[in-house]
């Protein structure tokens, strides 16, 4: 079944770089957006970016905008979050979430299949 | 556009019926979608375009309203629907955002 794993999450200090990794499978991963969103411990859900299925459209919450971008990789069913000047407000769980529109080039709907997450921990 | 949601935390006994509410700050037609998320896991899509369940979601579920007010029901509570709720509107890309939740207990 379809399938998101997020990986490259970990311990890092305030200021640095990091970039985390959705690896989707048992689906046609091109033809999808992929989004990220990430929680807090305990809080809820914030919506952070977004690419369509050929990366034509991405975007970026206001939030990060500036500090974090998407890209993918289709030819190996990849996309990325590449975050920088990382703050301890930006520790949490992150998660990569499925489009549920097909070949869409302004995703625009639901989230229909979610990964486990990786947690990022901003810490000094 | 933001979304409200009401109550923060229900108190059901199980076989009894939930009701969840939330709230668009302004209209998003019938773009409005409903999460679970049980402790230590992901969000998992339940409905979507306000009413239309997701695949493999038991008919106990429904999704109601347009416009700014919404609803999520959950007749015959089971062990399992115990968990948190969110909303969220897809009406403009660059805009999903989440309501901040309802936790239903037992």
């Known amino acids: 079944q379809a399938q998101l794993v997020e990986s490259g999450g970990g311990v890092v200090q305030p200021g640095k770089s990091l970039r985390l990794s959705c690896a989707g499978s048992?689906?046609?991963?091109?033809?999808?957006?992929i989004h990220w969103v990430r929680q807090v411990p305990g809080k809820g859900l914030e919506w952070l970016a977004v690419t369509s299925y050929d990366a034509n459209y991405k975007e970026v919450a206001d939030s990060v905008k500036g500090r974090f971008s998407i890209s993918r990789e289709n030819s190996k069913n990849t996309v990325y979050l590449d975050m920088n000047s990382l703050r301890p407000e930006d520790t949490a769980v992150y998660y990569c979430a499925r489009d549920a529109g097909i070949y869409s080039g302004l995703p625009r709907e639901p989230f229909d299949v979610w990964g486990p997450g990786t947690m990022v921990t901003v810490f000094s | 556009i933001l979304m409200t949601q009401f109550p923060a935390t229900l108190s059901v006994s199980p076989g009894e019926t939930a009701t969840l509410s939330c709230r668009a700050s302004q209209n998003v037609g019938s773009k409005v979608a409903w999460y679970q998320q049980k402790p230590g896991q992901s969000p998992c899509l339940l409905i979507s375009d306000a009413s239309t369940r997701a695949t493999g979601i038991p008919a106990r579920f429904s999704g109601s309203g347009s416009g700014t007010d919404f609803t999520l029901t959950i007749i015959g509570l089971q062990s399992d629907d115990f968990a948190l709720y969110y909303c969220?509107?897809?009406?403009?890309?660059?805009?999903?955002?989440f309501g901040q939740g309802t936790k239903v207990e037992v």
């Open positions: 048992g689906f046609p991963f091109s033809t999808r957006g």
């Open positions: 969220q509107h897809y009406i403009y890309q660059s805009q999903w955002t």
